[in-house]
């Protein structure tokens, strides 16, 4: 079923910024939310007073939430929303922000995925996830999601015939990427032994499946085309995007997070197809959910991504797919839910010739997807949106 | 890591070769984990129905680390889902020594950590 909505014309996506990631922080959320927070108002030159809307996600925030921050930052701000997505969140940040400038709601709004990380935390935050980890995952020995994802990783390789090799060279592959940027919390060079040779996390699974936790904040701001060449600042165009969530409810254990649901919708709507895309970020918390979004956004067939991997060249300097540029999360680290920040801030910066690592070479149209959110046995939150390199 | 939520007591009972579930007295769903209110039909009128403990292994997982203390010197230890026959799934421990897809198993409630939590085995047939 096709849907046609409003779409996002006029709005732009600009100032990527990056607070540096740390393995663990004594700080708390709200240093790297306000870091990010100056580090907006100096790459834009605009004022605090300017900021009329801000939009947060973040893990760790609790027990503040955005309105105690607008007084930790001495904001005074027209709009708030909060993004409790997990991994969507930045792409339904950028969402929620558009509509509130289309609408003038706001004329600026900063959007902020932002965490930390301290030692001892994760097991707590693990823990009290929600009702259902709580209550039926967590007391099984549910590592955070690495049991369900684990399991989900099983299936997949039963049902397609994917081998551990496959998921292998996906992160050897972002590993290059990831050697191009000073960001990158993993940068060394991983081999295919390293990979098949790391210790077993949660079987099938092995250590460099699995992100790094760790400390950091990423944002953009979102504001009008008009806005954005008068403050000189170079942006890029949110051509389309789109959300769905709890798509895969009647499946034993699914193979997507609801992307399939509104890929059609998604490239209608940017009048392009994924065989016009200069560039891909996906939320890579694990291989097999960069293999479902492979395949469920149109780049390969269901079950073929094993296939696709291994014969697409995924670097940012191939002719291929240059897939997760800056080194993706399995690289870089898992800030918290700035890890679904990664994706959408090096795409701007891509768009906005600002990578974090390598550029590449004449990217005008790329796409950006998140997933977010294990309660019980599967995701819930799937986002992805096209953007657009601005004429500047 | 004792559970104590009272929406969990009554799922607690046990009864050989049986399980107890909440069941909406309005639409008959069957659901887990609790819930305050039918994922269906949301109504708050939950009771408990047996059924049966019986089900299929949809998945499984080796675990070799975890963040819980408890299972610090159980690893590796063996976790997994089993959709019952009544279509509901439920993550479970394993008590198999080597599960496989869709192996016939059969779930019941044991102590682990003074806390009574679901443990599949290999369904023996009567």
């Known amino acids: 079923m096709s849907r046609q909505k409003k779409s996002y014309e006029g709005i732009v996506l600009t100032a990527p910024v990056t607070v540096p990631y740390q393995r663990f922080s004594a700080n708390d959320a709200t240093w790297f939310i306000g870091q990010a927070l100056r580090m907006l108002l100096g790459k834009s030159q605009l004022k605090k007073t300017d900021i009329d809307g801000l939009a947060v996600s973040s893990f760790t925030l609790a027990p503040d939430t955005v309105a105690s921050l607008t007084e930790h930052f001495d904001m005074m701000p027209r709009w708030l929303e909060s993004l409790p997505f997990g991994g969507a969140s930045a792409v339904i940040a950028a969402m929620r922000a558009a509509r509130a400038v289309q609408n003038g709601d706001a004329d600026v709004v900063a959007c902020i995925g932002g965490d930390t990380a301290q030692r001892g935390s994760f097991r707590e935050l693990a823990a009290n996830f929600s009702r259902f980890s709580r209550d039926a995952v967590y007391p099984y020995g549910g590592a955070g999601p690495n049991a369900i994802f684990a399991m989900i990783t099983r299936n997949y390789m039963t049902r397609f015939g994917a081998d551990a090799a496959d998921f292998g060279h996906l992160c050897v592959e972002q590993r290059k990427n990831a050697a191009h940027n000073p960001n990158a919390l993993l940068r060394k060079p991983l081999s295919l032994d390293d990979y098949l040779n790391a210790r077993l996390i949660a079987e099938p699974l092995r250590l460099f499946d699995c992100v790094m936790p760790c400390a950091g904040a990423e944002g953009f701001l979102v504001m009008t085309e008009e806005k954005a060449r008068r403050l000189s600042l170079p942006f890029a165009y949110l051509l389309s995007a789109e959300e769905q969530h709890n798509s895969h409810s009647a499946e034993e254990l699914p193979m997507g997070g609801g992307w399939r649901m509104f890929r059609d919708d998604l490239y209608n709507a940017a009048s392009c197809g994924p065989e016009d895309m200069d560039f891909l970020q996906t939320y890579d918390d694990y291989p097999v959910m960069v293999f479902q979004q492979l395949e469920d956004l149109g780049f390969c067939g269901k079950g073929t991504a094993a296939d696709f991997v291994r014969s697409t060249d995924l670097s940012t300097e191939g002719s291929g797919l240059p897939h997760n540029t800056c080194g993706g999360q399995l690289s870089v680290g898992q800030a918290g839910f700035a890890g679904g920040f990664l994706g959408m801030v090096e795409g701007i910066r891509q768009l906005t010739r600002q990578p974090m690592g390598k550029q590449v070479a004449d990217a005008e149209l790329g796409l950006v997807s998140g997933f977010g959110m294990v309660n019980y046995d599967r995701g819930l939150c799937a986002a992805a949106a096209v953007l657009k390199k601005g004429e500047v | ?126």
């Open chain 2, 1 to 126: 890591m004792t559970l104590n939520y009272p929406r969990f007591h009554k799922q607690f009972r046990t009864e050989k070769g049986k399980l107890f579930l909440q069941h909406c007295s309005e639409c008959s769903t069957l659901q887990y984990p609790p819930r305050e209110v039918c994922r269906t039909c949301l109504c708050d009128t939950l009771e408990w129905k047996t059924v049966s403990a019986q089900g299929k292994l949809v998945s499984w997982t080796v675990l070799h680390t975890g963040l819980e203390p408890a299972f610090e010197n159980r690893f590796p230890w063996k976790i997994g889902e089993v959709k019952l026959e009544c279509g509901v799934q439920l993550i479970v421990h394993l008590d198999i020594e080597e599960p496989f897809f869709f192996m016939e198993v059969s779930v019941e409630l044991r102590l682990f950590e003074e806390t009574l939590m679901y443990f599949a085995s290999k369904h023996q047939k009567e």
